[in-house]
């Protein structure tokens, strides 16, 4: 009776989150703005790279003391500076070239004038020049990065305005499209052009002579710089778990969260450069590797117990979920056990998970790992973790992981192990139903192998 | 018949598509080269769904597979949401039917 009513509870709360969560990440996940922006930083990958290999590089004289190395590094040694300049010194401008890019593409417009035109905007808004006439490019790093994705939305949105209505330079028939689009360009051009000059006039003039990348980032600091507090990061992390229990991925969420992992490793990687001390955790980096380490939820442990169970089926969907994992891959186990609108699993995973995730971060917070400085690419768990920080702690980090994960799961695992083995016993006598109904499998007739 | 399959990253798609390939090398009836495979993140779609047959999307996106449907319907390819439980288990032979089937019935359809 007991049972039949708590079964009652979780029903009418999966309903509640279908009717909510679900609609949002189905909003989310077609609204073009927040998917441009997640396909823009997405594509930000090279420039973090070089942008990491700059900082780090520098440093080898001091493992290899040989001299040619030493003097290779002192005649040399500029070309960092000058990557780092080129890569995390540009990094506004590319997002805003990327954005507009995937914004321009969704509404097939144009793309490459759309481009032009936002790289133009934003460097009105962000770009100064000193009393010489060079170039004062301070704004267009990642303190413009936020800038740039409010400048790529606004630009294309104006193109796409004058392209609707008609309020462009229309070539007659028969003229190459590449001529036409340049004259279509012309009256958006000069639109962007007097409407951001307008914009920094005027915030030039209201405050005194700060360009507006930093008023933005005046105005975002409190909400971007909450995201430093383990406070707000677990329930972010018990955030992008609710989202996977209900079956949705949790890339949801990166429109928000990756610029803000793209500023933050920028910035941890400029304060490593510049011998000061870092202070973010949240990387796109540490996401991976640590909050997802052996994917989403931490479920490493889950896999063991399964490995050692007496269940046929739960020992198959571990031999399954063991090699991917070890490549921070957990689908088989999520759709498997399944984990996925699993009530047992509810807390262990969310609440749990989202636990044995943050627990580097706090090692970060505490001085026993080192801060993250770099997004690895995909390679095996230990291998990514010590490659993060460049700190082998991080793998006794995940060892321990590891072992709290599989205390985590254990209990909860022994009720579903004790249900399953009840079910292997029935099951014996009855036929296990197919997806495929037999009309279905009539169709396959000579081809079913 | 050229399949595609979709999930957020285009990971554990992968994994699935080497699965179902290996169902394909064992099969005394299939044969490799008939059967060329891709496994993509949903992102690209778009570049992708023109060149395809048949359409597998996984199950973390089914908060997205109206969406997916709507665009490969307009091209008249079929598409098949993989459910939870083959997908946990990562069962080639089941998917591989499952495509065979759409694609037929896709063909009776047309």
């Keep these: 009776m007991k049972q039949e009513k708590k079964q009652g509870t979780f029903e009418k709360f999966e309903d509640f989150i279908r009717r909510t969560l679900v609609p949002i990440a189905n909003k989310v996940d077609r609204n073009p703005y927040l998917t441009a922006i997640k396909k823009g930083m997405v594509v930000m990958t090279p420039v973090l790279l070089l942008g990491s290999i700059a900082a780090i590089f ?56 759309s481009m032009m035109l936002s790289a133009i905007a934003f460097l009105i808004v962000a770009m100064d020049v000193d009393k010489n006439g060079n170039i004062i490019a301070s704004y267009l790093d990642s303190k413009g990065l936020f800038t740039a994705i409010f400048i790529a939305i606004i ?33 958006p051009t000069a639109a962007i052009g007097v409407l951001f000059i307008v914009i920094r006039t ?21 909400a971007i710089g909450s995201l430093d507090s383990l406070w707000i990061i677990y329930p972010i992390l018990c955030l992008r778990l609710v989202f996977w229990f209900f079956g949705i991925h949790s890339a949801v969420l990166s429109p928000i969260l990756s610029p803000i992992a793209v500023q933050y490793l920028s910035e941890n990687i400029a304060a490593h450069k510049a011998g000061e001390q870092l202070t973010h955790v949240i990387t796109n980096g540490t996401l991976s590797a640590f909050a997802n380490f052996t994917g989403s939820g931490v479920t490493i442990g889950l896999v063991l117990a399964m490995l050692v169970s007496r269940s046929q089926r739960y020992k198959k969907v571990g031999a399954v979920a063991l090699l991917p ?67 082998w702690r991080a793998v006794i980090i995940q060892v321990v992981q590891v072992g709290l994960s599989f205390f985590l799961y254990l209990p909860f695992f022994k009720v579903l192990e004790k249900q399953e083995l009840e079910m292997e016993k029935k099951s014996n006598e009855t036929k296990s139903t197919s997806v495929i109904s037999d009309e279905d499998a009539a169709l396959l007739g000579d081809l079913d192998f | 018949m050229k399949i595609l399959l979709v999930c957020a990253g285009g990971f554990s798609t992968t994994m699935m598509m080497e699965a179902m390939k290996k169902v394909v090398k064992q099969s005394q009836k299939l044969a490799e080269k008939d059967y060329p495979m ?54 080639g032979a089941t998917v591989m039917k499952q495509a065979l089937i759409a694609y037929r019935k896709n063909k009776l359809a047309q």
Aim: proline share 8%; glycine share 8%.
């Design chain 1, 202 to 222: 005027i915030v030039d003039s209201l405050t005194g002579g700060v360009l507006l990348p930093q008023v933005i980032m005046n105005f975002l600091a409190p």
């Design chain 1, 155 to 187: 630009s294309v949105k104006i193109y796409q305005f004058f392209t609707k209505h008609k309020l462009v330079i229309k070539m007659p028939e028969g003229v190459p499209d590449f001529v036409s689009s340049s004259f279509e360009l012309i009256t």
């Design chain 2, 38 to 91: 891709e496994a993509i993140g949903v992102d690209k779609l778009d570049r992708y769904l023109q060149e395809y047959d048949v359409i597998l999307v996984g199950p973390q996106l089914s908060h997205k597979y109206d969406y997916i449907k709507e665009e490969a319907d307009k091209l008249q390819k079929p598409t098949v949401l993989l459910t939870s439980d083959i997908y946990g288990a990562m069962d």
């Design chain 1, 325 to 391: 994992s070890l490549f921070g891959i957990n689908e088989p186990v999520l759709f498997g056990v399944p984990i996925i609108l699993n009530p047992v699993l509810m807390i262990p995973f969310i609440f749990g998970g989202a636990f044995v995730g943050m627990l580097p971060m706090i090692a970060m917070k505490i001085g026993l790992l080192n801060y993250p400085i770099f997004d690895p690419p995909y390679v095996p768990v230990f291998v990514e973790g010590f490659l993060t920080g460049f700190d």
């Design chain 1, 58 to 113: 520098p440093s080898i004289p001091e493992f290899i003391k040989a001299p040619s190395v030493t003097n290779w590094f002192e005649n040399y040694g500029y070309v960092f500076d000058l990557i780092s300049k080129v890569s995390l010194g540009l990094v506004g401008l590319y997002a805003v070239l990327a954005i507009s890019y995937f914004l321009s593409e969704s509404y097939k417009l144009y793309t490459i004038g």
